[in-house]
């Protein structure tokens, strides 16, 4: 019964429409509206499901009194155990993850109903992006459930089990959910999301005020140690030279500041998504240079597991790993660095297929394609051609047209937008965000009428400018990323890119975690400027412009 009520919410769920979906947006019935058709109807399978939906309703207390009154008036649901979901407790949670770091499995051990032991697994992925990638519900105590993972995993090294405080389960939790929620494509498994509203109740029960998953943080210094330690060791003796040094400097961005964010541990999965993936997609080099990679990596990772003492065995794996990418690899960056028209047009959104009929796409189309999508940019041709690079002025918010009754909090939301841009980042985004808010208050003012913290819809307006300034992307200058961004405002790693997908709606533009177009210079950085500027000059000087 609660995995099907789990089911109808989350098949409610707007989160299901994701607005990079390439299916037809409709309008879906929302949960309480499902509930008043079970409460026309009196029959104990209406009874039992209304149990259930009361308690899965989420901060829906409207909704959760009105199923409480009609079911003082019908016959107690059945099972009785139905009527004691509010004494619904977890009593121990355990962290099972891996050296490696690649992800965790949280364990919650719950007794519903206050007598019946069941566990709860949710699977929060760091390679993804500390995200849920699956969860599921064992009915049996979590110490059975324990003493099974520890029979099937005796002999692995590199387990690692640690008790974990309810505050801090409900902060790991609460926080992948959030960024599964806006991540596309969203990851799905025969019971995720299916059962997130179930997942979501049970971490409701925990306390609040705890400290989610923590990345290693490695400032420059320890980077530049690293990589000096490493060029005069054993392993790196022999590649101590300018490209191996400036590639390593890649292949250190990637380790700290995606996937788990350590440089120490490298599993088959991580180096798996760094050839395959990550290197041939992010880094723009000459293929002579790329293809340093695969030794320079299997010489680093004898290096760093060494230090940290890594067992030989997962050592060994990890090294295998990089031996059966290599191939891969090294097709990968050949089609990066010299794209047929199939690749070209692939990367700019469009059907590679029609690229391989010849005379239907050349390089000439491909160029004149890649400088539309860059006009996209600043709002058109026109406007790309005029492009300039002198930086943003420092300028005043303009409450031209701001309706009055929404003036004191935009006030709030400026105060705080202008503090986040005076201490992490400068004068150019301060502008772009004033500028940003205004459009926002000017174009949607309900917005700023809404119940909400000031502090999340800050975050949101900071986040929509640097991603359209590709902040966020490892290619700007500052090094900040959205957790910096979360941190500073004290909101989820999640909340800015949700609140700044609504604001974008408002505006009648669409954005999500990888991306925002907002089709003007007038929010663009200096720094972004020069960036389309030089290619569009590249693309025109292929044209022959």
């Known amino acids: ?124 992925d760091h390679n993804m992006g500390t995200v849920v990638k699956d969860a599921f519900v064992v009915p049996e105590p979590i110490d059975v459930v324990v ?14 089990w640690e008790e974990l405080s309810g505050a801090d389960a409900r902060a790991w939790i609460d ?6 929620a806006i991540t596309f494509p969203p990851f799905e498994t025969e019971s995720w999301p299916e059962c997130r509203p179930l997942v979501e109740w049970v971490v409701r029960r925990l306390p609040d005020g705890g400290t989610g998953y923590q990345r290693p943080q490695w400032e420059q210094k320890q980077r530049d140690d690293l990589a000096n330690r490493f060029f005069a060791s054993v392993w790196g003796r022999r590649l101590d030279d300018a490209d191996h040094r400036s590639l390593l400097e890649s292949l250190m961005w990637y380790a700290v500041d995606y996937g788990p964010g350590d440089p120490l541990r490298w599993s088959s ?62 097709q990968g960056i050949q089609a990066a660095t010299s794209p047929g028209p199939p690749e070209l047009l692939a990367a700019l959104g469009g059907n590679a297929d029609i690229a391989g009929v010849p005379g239907l796409i050349n390089h000439d189309m491909l160029s004149e394609m890649a400088l539309n999508n860059l006009a996209q940019a600043v709002g058109g041709r026109r406007q790309l051609d005029r492009l300039g690079v002198k930086p943003l002025p420092d300028e005043v918010f303009r409450w031209g047209g701001i309706p009055e009754d929404i003036a004191p909090r935009v006030t709030e939301v400026l105060a705080l937008v202008d503090s986040c841009c005076d201490e992490l980042l400068d004068v150019e985004y301060r502008t772009a965000c004033r500028r940003l808010l205004a459009r926002v208050a000017l174009a949607d003012p309900a917005v700023f009428s809404r119940r909400g913290r000031v502090e999340t819809a800050a975050a949101g307006l900071v986040w929509i400018v640097g991603q ?67 290619h569009r000059d590249t693309f025109r000087d292929r044209m022959g412009m």
């Not at 290197?279 to 597991?305: G, Q, Y």
């Not at 060494?306 to 295998?320: G, H, K, R, S, W």
């Not at 408002?506 to 907002?518: E, I, K």
């Open 1 to 124: 019964m609660l995995s099907l009520v789990s089911a109808l919410a989350s098949a409610l769920d707007p989160r299901g429409q994701h607005p990079l979906a390439d299916l037809p947006m409709f309008e879906i019935p929302t949960l309480g509206e499902l509930a008043g058709t079970f409460i026309e109807v009196d029959v104990p399978e209406t009874t039992a499901l209304l149990a259930v939906i009361a308690e899965l309703a989420g901060d829906d207390e409207v909704l959760r009194a009105r199923i409480r009154r009609t079911l003082d008036d019908r016959a107690a649901a059945e099972p009785v155990w139905l009527t004691r979901l509010s004494e619904t407790t977890v009593y121990r949670i355990l962290r099972m993850g891996h050296v490696f770091g690649d992800g965790d499995n949280v364990m919650l051990g719950v007794r519903l109903a206050g007598e019946y032991g069941v566990t709860f697994l949710v699977y929060v």
């Open 147 to 160: 003493a099974e993972y520890e029979k099937s995993t005796a002999g692995e090294p590199g387990m690692v």
């Open 175 to 180: 926080e992948a959910i959030s960024l599964g």
């Open 269 to 330: 999965v991580k180096v798996e998504i760094l050839l395959t993936d990550w290197l041939p997609r992010k880094v723009v080099a000459p293929v002579r240079f790329l293809s340093l990679a695969p030794d320079l990596l299997r010489a680093f990772v004898c290096f760093v597991h060494d230090e940290v003492d890594m067992p030989q065995v997962l050592t060994d794996e990890t090294l295998a790993a990089i031996n059966d990418c290599r191939r891969q690899f090294l």
């Open 468 to 534: 359209a300034n590709g902040l966020f992307d490892g290619t700007d200058s500052s090094g900040l990323r959205v957790k910096d961004l979360a941190a500073h405002f004290g909101v989820g790693n999640g909340s800015p890119a949700q609140r700044g997908v609504t604001m974008l709606r408002a505006v009648g533009l669409t954005g999500s975690a990888y991306g925002v177009n907002l089709g003007s210079p007038d929010y663009l950085v200096a720094e972004c400027r020069e960036w389309l500027v030089q």
